[in-house]
Structure formats: structure tokens, C-alpha cells
């Protein structure tokens, strides 16, 4: 079964065509960075008009990239939530135009369920088990119990890892998005020049996260945790604030495993791109990390359309009152329309 998925719920306008859920014909994206970048994060107008534009030469070279004709494709699947309303609406009403022309299934996608999924495009992993999804919108902690389904044990309360990132680099005027650029200087910092503590949250917030008093930190009060005598440079601080954003990560996931049981843990979300969050969690005995390929780590249409054939599956279909949202669904089963 061949499907078109098609995402736009912030900043990038992706599209992919994919087999059986496993098998990726062809997944292409047209980036915003360069229009956001100068702003230093997005503007959700400009990224809504961006993907108006982009949306349909980016079908049409998906398609063609993909060896088949649009008659070929069985059903278009397209992220309706959450995000950008206005980003959000560009993929939708292309979804729907494409499903009512074709005569084929319209297929909702919850963004953070496919950001899960990524890790299946390259990884067989038995149900149930524990996701972490790291990105510039959001941080869960969660069970998955099937494809699509999954219950929220733990989330931000504030800052997601990525928004982070972005917000720290956008301080010392490294530019958008901070999460690549950090990640590169911090490869280049010194250890304990700077140490900053790592936020454990306790009682009924024990899985949760909290990524604000660390960003202050940094942009506010970088002296005050630096080593005597040392005038720290940006790198120890990118190195510093990175390797206290990893342990949270680290931790909040092994306790969610050890009280769980659940030992498959899965990683996904932008910032699953971080080359020390990868390392720490490949090398921890405590759980069986599964990791996706770097260019599934960001936003794309593959995760989106491979999700997609397990919700046909299930009999997951939108109507063409199907609308939009930008929360975030905090249901054990994910319904998206
Ligand atoms: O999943 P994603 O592409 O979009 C959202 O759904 O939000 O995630 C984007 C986020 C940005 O905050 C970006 O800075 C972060 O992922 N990111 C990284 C890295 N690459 C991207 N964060 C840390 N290290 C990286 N290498
Ligand atoms: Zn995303």
C-alpha cells in the first residue's frame, strides 16, 4: 500500500511517499531556516505563507522522485495536530484537495505519534515500550502500547530540550536553530569549567522535566557557576548546559523504565539529532536505546506517512470536516479528528 504523507505543522513543508509503512520511496523537504533565521525562531505567519508556496512543486517532485504516478498512491495521510494553525492548515487542505480528487482515504496523523513512529522506519521494536520525544515544541515521556497509541507519563513544565537550545544560542547570537550549533561547540568545550546542577523534580512531578532555570542560568549567570579563577568560554558553557539538558533526559527516562519495567526505550524528536544525547543513551546498560537515522529526527513526511498505514490499518480515516489543533492530545489512545 503506497501512501503520500504530507507535514507542515511549523517551520518545514515535507512530504513523502511510503510503502507498508516501512519502506520510504521518497521523502523531500523544503526548509524555512533561511526565512526564520534573521528572526532568530519562527514567525508563524511568514511559516504558513512559506508552505503555501512550497506545498504543491514539493507533491510534485515526490511523486516523481518516487518512481509512481499520483494514481498509484492508495491513500494521503497529512499531521493535523498539534502545531502552528496556520502551518497546520497549508498540509491539511492539500491533504484533503489531493483525497477528494483521487478518490482515496484521508488519513489524520498526531505529529508527536510520528515522531515516535521514526524509530520504526529503521528499527524493529516490540510493543509495548517507553518513548522519549525530545524537540523544539515539546519533551515526552511516554508508554506506547501500539501504533498511534500512546499515554503521557512525563512532560516539560515549562521549556522543551529544544526550545532550550534555541533560546540559549539565540543569547549568545549563534543563530537558528541553536540545537546543531551547540551541539558542535560543545564538542569543543572543556569539562567542569563550568558545571551547572540538573533538575529533579519530585513527588507528582517525578517524570516530569523542567528546562527554564537552566536556560536562565546560562544566559544570566554563567560567573557564578564557573571555576574559580577560569574565565569560561562559550564552548564550556555550551558544554556545560548540554551535559546538564542529557542527565535530566537520561535520568527522567531510567526511572520511568525502573518503575515501568518497560526497558525498550526509544529516542526521537530534532533534538535526538544531538550527538551526546545519542552516545549517552546508546551506552546505557540500564535500557536498549533504539535511535533513529539523523534524517528522521527532525520534522518529515516518511514518519507521517509510515505511521499512517498502521492507522489505515486500524481503520483511522478523516473526513473533509477534519480540522486542526495545536495541542497536544493526553489520551491513551490517540484520536485525531
Ligand atoms: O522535531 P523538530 O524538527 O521540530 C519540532 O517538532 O519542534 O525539532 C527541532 C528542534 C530545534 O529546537 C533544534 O534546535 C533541535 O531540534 N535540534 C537539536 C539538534 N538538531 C536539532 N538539538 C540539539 N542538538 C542537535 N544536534
Ligand atoms: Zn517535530
Redesign the pocket.
Known amino acids: 500500500m503506497l501512501i503520500l504523507g504530507i507535514e507542515s505543522?511549523?517551520?518545514?513543508t515535507a512530504c513523502a511517499v511510503v510503502e507498508d509503512g516501512k519502506r520510504v520511496l521518497a521523502s523531500k523537504l523544503a526548509s524555512q531556516v533561511d526565512v526564520h533565521k534573521e528572526f532568530d525562531g519562527v514567525v508563524p505567519e511568514l511559516a504558513a505563507r512559506k508552505h503555501l508556496e512550497a506545498i504543491s512543486p514539493l507533491i510534485d517532485s515526490v511523486i516523481k522522485e518516487s518512481g509512481v504516478t499520483l494514481k498509484d498512491i492508495d491513500a494521503v495521510a497529512v499531521t493535523n495536530r498539534p502545531?502552528l494553525i496556520g502551518s497546520l492548515l497549508v498540509g491539511v487542505s492539500a491533504a484533503k484537495g489531493l483525497a477528494y480528487a483521487l478518490s482515496i482515504p484521508l488519513i489524520p496523523v498526531d505529529?508527536l505519534a510520528a515522531?515516535i513512529y521514526s524509530v520504526h522506519l529503521s528499527h524493529e521494536i516490540e510493543l509495548p515500550y517507553t518513548a522519549l520525544v525530545?524537540?523544539?515544541?515539546?519533551t515526552l515521556l511516554c508508554r506506547v502500547d501500539g501504533h498511534g497509541e500512546y499515554s503521557v507519563a512525563g512532560t516539560t513544565l515549562d521549556d522543551?530540550?529544544?526550545?532550550a537550545?534555541?533560546k540559549v544560542?539565540k543569547h549568545f547570537g549563534l543563530g537558528?536553530?541553536?540545537?546543531?550549533v551547540?551541539?558542535?561547540l560543545a564538542a569543543q568545550g572543556r569539562e567542569g569549567i563550568v558545571k551547572y546542577s540538573v533538575t529533579n523534580l519530585k513527588g507528582k512531578d517525578k517524570y516530569n522535566f523542567s528546562f527554564s532555570g537552566l536556560k536562565t542560568a546560562v544566559i544570566y549567570q554563567t560567573q557564578q557557576f564557573s571555576k574559580e579563577g577560569e574565565t569560561a568560554a562559550q564552548a564550556d558553557i555550551a558544554l556545560a548546559f548540554?551535559n546538564s539538558?542529557v542527565e535530566s533526559l537520561r535520568r527522567k527516562t531510567l526511572l520511568y523504565v525502573q518503575d515501568s519495567g518497560l526497558k525498550r526505550v526509544t529516542l526521537?524528536?530534532?533534538?535526538?539529532?544531538?550527538?551526546?544525547?545519542r552516545r549517552v543513551f546508546a551506552e546505557e546498560q540500564s535500557f536498549e536505546a533504539y535511535i533513529p537515522e539523523r534524517k528522521y529526527?527532525?520534522?518529515?513526511a516518511a514518519m507521517v506517512a509510515g505511521l499512517a498505514y498502521h492507522l489505515y490499518n486500524k481503520g483511522e480515516r478523516g473526513g473533509f470536516d477534519m480540522e486542526c489543533s495545536s495541542r497536544v492530545l493526553n489520551k491513551r489512545e490517540v484520536k485525531c479528528v
Request: net charge negative.
Open positions: 505543522s511549523c517551520d518545514d502545531g505529529h515522531h525530545v524537540s523544539g515544541g515539546h522543551a530540550a529544544g526550545e537550545y534555541d544560542a537558528y536553530p541553536g540545537g546543531p551547540i551541539d558542535k548540554q539538558v526521537s524528536g530534532g533534538v535526538a539529532a544531538n550527538s551526546e544525547l529526527t527532525s520534522d518529515n
